[in-house]
């Protein structure tokens, strides 16, 4: 993509980050991306539908324990070309659709995930985004989430409005993360039953965890292109100031949940 295209001002957050180099989106890191998986424990006889796949690196970690199937659900065309290339070989693909609607049959799923991608849902995309997973979901299916959350949980409403009224500022999307306790009953309402909880801190644009995350070479490569383009930089820099601004009340968290059989 030519950089001189792209709108710096208007772009949304995570694709201002994606095209400084930057891969993982989410809030808690690969480490909670992993101890997601872990909960999953997907195998062979799994099929496994991600929402939102991003520019697939969940996907490839997915790929490596050889479900029998797995479908990306991502509503951005250019994002699922990019997870299609690390998909070969039958009972793989990438469907350009939203999680809202994914046409996928009932009962056709035994693992949904998704990951920085209900955060940036109004309440009623929230709810019908749950709803398809547990419509897509069989008996015993586990679904999973990964996204930001508001810190303590009786974080009062004024102070919540404030933070969220902060980050969609800065991220360009609308960024309403709930508490810990609001996650789990959002999922619970659907007939979910949570089997694990974890939360870390979100630290997406701390230098240890790009480290953790990008490796020193993809970091070298992200500060240098934040440095070559001004536009980019007033972004990021702001982005980042808010997520200090309000670090004590932000975390990532993440929620696996089943359908009970
Ligand atoms: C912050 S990025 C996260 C990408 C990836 N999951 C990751 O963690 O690196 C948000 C992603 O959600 C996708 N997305 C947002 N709403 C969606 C929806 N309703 N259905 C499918 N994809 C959606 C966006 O296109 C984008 O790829």
Redesign the pocket.
Known sequence: MNSKSLDYEKM????LLASLGK????PGGLEM?RHMLGSLNVNERDVVV??????G??AQMTLRHNPGEYIG????EA?ASSVRQYLWGERRSCIV????HTGLPDGSASIIY????LT??APV?KQR?ISEAKRLLRPGGKYAI?EMCLFPDDLDAKKKEGIQKDLSQSIRVNARPLTVSEWKQLLEEHGFRITNVKTAPMHLLRPRRMIQDEGLGGVLRIVSNVIRNPRARKRVLGMRRQFLKHGRYLQAVTLTAEIPE
């Open positions: 949304p957050g995570h694709w891969k993982v989106l989410r991306t991600e929402f939102a796949p991003g520019l690196v969940t659900i991502e509503q951005d994002a659709a939203s999680a809202e998704g990951e920085a991608m940036m849902q995309q985004i990964h």
